[in-house]
Every structure is written in C-alpha cells, then in structure tokens.
C-alpha cells in the first residue's frame, strides 16, 4: 500500500452557536435581505473549511453545505421544481427553493422524510413532466470558492445518480428513462469539476447498502461506465455509509478510482468481503473509521490496530484515506463548550471537531508518529467505563434476569377487554386524544421563569395544576370518553424523562439538524439507567381527582427514548433499551398503584431504529417489542395500555405492532391513510385500534362528515368494538380555539358513526 491521507465527507451546516439556522430565519421573516443572507452563509461556510483544514484534514469536502437540505440542492441543481410551482427554467431563485421545502402560499411543500435509519430528513425531489436542465453546478461554484477565498483544494460532493434516483418520487418503473434524462447532466457537473482540477471528487451513493436488485446492478453499472467513458479522469470516489454495502465485488470493481466504506456501522459486512474478495489493486480506499453518527470519542489505538489490518488487505499500489464513517452533519459542532458535564464524561465526548482531530490522529500514527491523542483517548474512555455510573449492579441484574423471561400479560387481550369494560363501561368507538394539549407562550414562560427560578417551584406546580384543571373541565364539556391531563409540565417527550433518569446528562450546545433549520438536541444515555422516583404520577393523579371519567397516564416508550438519544457504545442497544424499560415499567407500576388505570406509552419512534438491511430486521423488532412489553406487562388485566405511534410506514410492520400486545393502539394516519387500511384488509387486527380521524399539523377545524367517512373507511376493515376516535398526534403545537373546535366536531362524529352502526 502506498499512501496515506486523511479526508471528511461533511461538516455540520448549522454553526457552534446554530448561526445558520438563525441567519435562515431570519431571512424568512424578512429581518434579513438576500445578499446579507448570502455574505452570512458564505461566512459559515469559509469557517468551517478553515477549521477542518487547520485539523489537518487532507480531503476537505466542499459541496456539502446547504440552505437547507442537500437532496434538495440537487434536485434544484438539476431545475427539477414541481410543476405546482412558478418556475420557468433556468438559476432556481431563493424564495422558489425555500417554497418547495415549506410551501407556498398557493402550493403544498414537497414530502419530507427520513434520511436512510437517522433522524435527518430530507426533501423527496418529484420527478414529472419538467425536462430536467443543469442550471447551476453547485459543486463547482463551492469547489471555486475555497479554492479562490482560502486557497483550498476541495473535495467536491455529489449526491450520485442511482441514489438520487432511489430517494426521488415519480421514478420507479422508469428508472432507466429518468437516468438517461439525468446521466448528461451528471456528466457535464463531473467533466466541468475534472477540468476545474479537483483531485477527488465525492459522489455519495448511500443507496447501495440498501437492497440492490439485479436490475438495480445494471443500472449502476450503466451509470458508471458511461460516467467513466465520458470523462475517463475524473478521479471519482463512490461513496458510501451508513452499513456495508451490497454486492460488494460488483460495486469495487466499477470503473471508479476510489471506494468509500463504512466500518464503523457496516463493520462486519465491510471487512468480512474485504478479507473474502480483496480490493482492486490501483484503487483508492477510503475507510470510515471515526463513527460518525454517535458523540464518543473512537478508542484510537483499537482503530489504529484495525486500519493497520485493513491496510494489510490492499494491494501495493492502493492507497488509503482514513476519515469518519459517514458526514458529520448527524453530530453536533464542538465539544468544547460543554463544561457543564461532569468531567469524566466531557472527556470521552467528540463532536465533529474533535473527531476530525482523531483522524488527523490516527494519519500521523500510521506515518510513524505517536501523538498524544491516541494514549488521551483510551485513557478517557476507561474512566469513563470505570464511572461507577456504569456499574449500577443491581440495574444489571435486574437486566439480565429479565431478558431471559417472557414479558407477557397476565391474561390474553379478549379477557382483558371484557375485564376493562367492566370496570369502564366505555360506549362503542370511544373517543380520546393523544396527550399534549395546546403549549402556549404563557406555559413556556412560566416554565422559563421557574427554571431560572423566577418562579418557585410552588409556583409553578400551581400554575401547571391550573391548566391541568382548565383542560380537564374543556374535555368534560367537549364530552371526550377518556381524558388527558395535557402535558403542560413537558417540554419534549424524552427530555422531560431523561432529566429524571439517571443514566442520562444533557448537553449546553448538543444541536443536530433535523430538518430544515429545525435542530435537536439529543439527551445523552451514558450510565446504567434506573428508576429513581415517579416522574408522572403527581400530575396525573391530580388530574383523575378533578374527572369521574378515566385519565390516561402518559408515558414515553422506551424504544422512542432510545432512538432520539445519543447512546452509550459500549452496550448492545438491546441492553440499554432494556433498562430503560425496566426504569419505565416502574412508573408503569407506580401509576396504578395512585390509582391511574389507562396508561399510554407512546412509541412515535419505534420505525426510527429499523435496521436498513431487510436481513437484520428480524432481530430489532424482537428486542424493540420486547422492551416495550418489558414496560408495560406487569400490570392487571383492568389496567388498559394505550400506545401510539406516528410519522412513519406501518405497513410493512403490523406484525410487529399486534405483537406489542397493547389493548389500545393510536395510530397517525393522515399522511398514509389509504394504505393503512388496505393493510388491515390483509392482516385482521384483533385489538383496540384508533386511526387518526385529523390531521394535527394544520391549523384547519375538520367537519363532522370528513371524519365521519374517515371512521366509516376505517370501520370497512376494523371490528367496530374495538375501534377508537383520536385525532392524528398530540395537540402541543395548535391554538387553544381550533382544538376545542375540531374536537367538538370530532365527538359529534363519533355520535353519529355510532348511530349508524
Ligand atoms: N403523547 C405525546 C403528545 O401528545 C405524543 C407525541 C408524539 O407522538 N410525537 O404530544
Ligand atoms: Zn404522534
């Protein structure tokens, strides 16, 4: 093997002090010009190339910033703006780009949805009768501009072809014709690049860990061979991460001077077809080695061994780059700020910054050198591994003893229903809601002024108590069947738990793109977690003592709390969901032992962890539902369990969801309604199941007859005695008038599909 360098794949877009997002919102609501909002980003964007060439990265990428999402800047690239907005080709102006990701006045934003298994989601280009046209080559235009500002030679990015084409609307079964449309207009960004002289240039294929079909093979052949024959030096590294990537012999031997692969998160895979089938000799590797996706810092020495072995594997003549396992945009910008942490735990953190400083790290080891960082960095990570945090034996224990029992209820679903409806005595199709009512400003300024002690906390409870009493007495007028006391107490569903776990700490600066400029600040699960005292019960309690109705308990499910946390590596997830189960099923316990006798664990998260390879699905599902169960089984057969679960496909899941065994279940439906229901045709469900009947994200009041045709549709496939009217999701982010409004309309409906059954 002869070289070694050192390279990233993208750097988080939204600053240390989330100045892009800010800049961006600003610009939105017309606080901030155009051509400011240009000079602003372009000062993000210098900052970022300066910090990572000042780390010592070789391979610094250039491309990947955005206004807003990357999948988007291609689609516009290429001037592929649905038809439903204004545009007659050419540069796609500012205010058309930001309307097909948020909408527009007159037309609906394009779909938005999950970038392969992270919590990023991206903006679904539409494919339809617009001939696409390149109208502008962002890459080069970026390529130029550090080149040209700071002298830097970068690494463009592109979104590759075949992967775009998975992740666009409108073009599966004409794959092939949408990839001769496009395939010109790659090859002009690609030749226009090469003659530029970028030495590398990045095309991200990270669809090629996902299935990849025979016909999909070829396709990707195709793509790449007409790219090579026509412009036969363009050094192009194919990129890939997120898991191993499929058809490995096929995808090395493509006609590409360089491969990108995930060993962190597609270890196994990766390295076992890299033993098996070896590496083209002449050709460049690009090895992810720094985990890109969680915030530890990598035991560099351990990294250092496995690069060695790797290298072992490649002919002479191939070099190697040493760089992050996929973009550092799913982590956060810098860990310097964090001092709020215990110091133990700050140590054993790395944010993009930090981990760019491992690569640079480990590049200087394999060239000999021993740089303090790899000793630093072991030795962080045993103290934190020596944290007594970690070594909660009894959490331990209680882990171990549980995951080899059944976590079942005492008595199967039919027996149970009857017991619950004894006791309840609930009418045909129920009416209920999903949580969280309305969050006004006032309840998040008296939450901020008692978190900075303004307030006491007397106070505050009081105020809580008030809008809990409010809410109840709207919902005894509104004449719902089971109530809610609202969640005023909560800013974010795992938030609010995790401050009460211990096991979890929260970062000052921790902020991650979600979507859009909106970000997200993941708790961290570094210690055992165990319960500690009853998080919901006083709220709750209080609620049921104000109703003769039933009040549901509401919990997060441990399975959400796992995939929208930073967790803990040295566990298998399996284990830490366990705990957090186990702590859960306590509150589980605690709250009917107050007397709460409706608990909704809700799952919104459960999809979010579905593994990206079909062949490993199997197995997240077992553990997930089994964690769900371990929280929720303990309990008496009157004791109903409620769960929900939004934003997401069910289709594919229904097996999974009966297996939950919950006697209700809400599901959001607005988005995929049709397709639900056809599933339920092929899958009869036999437990209590609500459909949303409205959509909680707009501000519309639905009539009577809308949902009443909901219910209808639903009640086509679902036993009447089972089924339940909810609205879509919480409530948290509507008006206080809207909601009483649609869930008037929503019980008046209720009263007549009951009628009419
Ligand atoms: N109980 C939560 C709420 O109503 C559920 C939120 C969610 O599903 N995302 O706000
Ligand atoms: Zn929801």
């Not at 600053?15 to 600003?26: D, F, T």
């Not at 400011?36 to 980003?41: A, D, F, I, S, T």
């Not at 999809?607 to 169960?629: H, N, Q, S, T």
Request: charged share 25%.
């Amino acid at each position: 093997m002869s070289r070694i360098t050192s390279g990233n794949l993208g750097f988080p877009r939204i600053g240390k002090q989330r100045e892009w997002k800010k800049a961006i919102e600003a610009y939105w609501s017309g606080k901030l010009e155009e051509a400011e909002l240009h000079r602003q980003l372009a000062e993000i964007r210098s900052e970022h190339w300066k910090l990572q060439k000042n780390k010592g990265i070789d391979w610094i990428p250039v491309g990947d910033f955005s206004y807003y999402d990357q999948v988007l800047d291609t689609a516009v690239m290429f001037g592929l703006v649905p038809e439903r907005f204004e545009y007659d080709g050419g540069p796609v102006p500012l205010e058309t780009y930001y309307a097909v990701a948020r909408g527009s006045k007159t037309a609906a934003a394009s779909e938005m949805t999950k970038w392969f298994n992270t919590n990023y989601h991206y903006i679904v280009p539409e494919l339809g009768n617009r001939e696409p046209e390149l109208t502008a080559n962002l890459p080069l235009q970026a390529y130029r501009e550090a080149k040209e500002k700071l002298g830097i030679d970068g690494k463009p990015v592109v979104l590759g072809l075949y992967s775009f084409l998975k992740l666009s609307k409108g073009a599966s079964g004409n794959l092939r014709e949408w990839s001769q449309k496009l395939l010109p207009l790659y090859v002009r960004v690609l030749r226009e690049l090469e003659q530029e002289g970028a030495a590398w240039i990045q095309v991200d294929e990270p669809g090629l860990v996902t299935f990849v079909s025979d016909e999909d093979l070829a396709l990707l052949q195709d793509i790449y061979r007409t790219i090579s024959a026509e412009v036969p030096q363009a050094r192009i590294l194919l990129q890939t991460y997120f898991d191993a990537v499929e058809r490995y012999e096929e995808i090395v031997a493509l006609p590409v001077r360089g491969i990108g692969l995930d060993f962190v998160h597609g270890r196994e895979g990766n390295l076992q077809a890299l033993r098996q089938h070896g590496f083209p000799g002449g050709k460049t590797l690009a090895a992810g080695v720094v985990d890109g996706r969680n915030i530890w810092r990598s035991d560099l020495p351990a990294v250092q061994a496995f690069i060695d072995e790797i290298a072992g594997l490649l002919a002479d003549d191939s070099d190697l780059i040493i760089q992050p396992s996929c973009s550092l945009l799913h982590v956060p910008v810098s860990a310097q700020g964090e001092d709020g942490l215990p110091g133990v735990l700050k140590d054993a953190m790395a944010f993009a910054e930090e981990k760019l400083e491992e690569i640079a790290a480990l590049r200087q080891a394999l060239h000999g050198e021993n740089p303090a960082l790899l000793a630093e960095s072991r030795q962080a990570l045993e103290r934190l591994n020596a944290d007594p945090s970690r070594s909660r034996k009894n959490v331990q224990e209680a882990v171990n003893r549980i995951a080899q029992q059944p976590a079942e209820r005492l008595s199967p679903f039919e027996i149970r229903h009857t017991e619950q409806q004894r006791v309840w005595n609930l009418p045909l199709l129920p009416t209920t809601t999903i949580g969280s009512f309305p969050q006004t400003a006032e309840v998040r300024a008296a939450r901020q002024k008692w978190r900075k002690g303004e307030w006491t906390t007397e106070r505050y409870d009081e105020f809580i108590r008030e809008e809990i009493r409010t809410w109840i007495g709207i919902q005894e007028d509104i004449g719902l069947d089971v109530l809610v006391h609202g969640e005023f107490e909560r800013t974010d569903m795992v938030e609010f738990f995790g401050e009460k776990l211990p096991g979890f700490a929260f970062t000052k600066g921790g902020w991650v793109q979600s979507y859009g400029t909106r970000c997200v600040k993941p708790p961290l699960i570094y210690g055992d977690v165990e319960f500690d005292r009853p998080m919901t019960v006083k709220e709750t309690a209080f609620a049921q003592s104000l109703t003769s109705k039933p009040v549901k308990g509401m919990l997060t499910g441990p399975v959400t709390v796992l995939n929208w946390s930073f967790v803990r590596s040295d566990l298998p997830r399996e284990t830490v969901a366990y705990q957090i189960a186990l702590a859960l099923r306590k509150e589980v316990e605690a709250l009917e032992e107050a007397g709460i006798t409706m608990i909704q664990v809700d799952e919104p998260a459960l999809r979010e962890g579905f593994p990206l390879k079909p062949a490993d699905r199997g197995a997240y599902i077992d553990w997930a539902v089994k964690a769900f169960k371990i929280t929720t089984s303990s309990v008496r057969d009157t004791t109903q369990i409620h769960t929900h679960m939004c934003y997401c496909e069910f289709h594919d899941m229904i097996d999974a969801i009966r297996d939950l065994d919950a006697d209700v279940i809400s599901i959001e439906t607005s988005r995929s309604h049709g397709e639900l229901i056809q599933s339920f045709e092929e899958n009869t469900y036999p437990l209590g199941i609500g459909l949303g009947v409205y959509d909680i994200h707009s501000p519309r009041v639905p009539s009577e007859e809308e949902m009443m045709a909901m219910v209808r549709r639903a009640l086509q496939v679902l036993d009447p005695k089972l089924f339940w009217i909810n609205p879509d999701c919480g409530l948290k982010t509507r008006g206080r008038e809207e909601t009483v409004a649609a869930l008037k309309n929503m019980v008046s409906a209720a009263k007549r599909s009951r009628e009419a059954i």
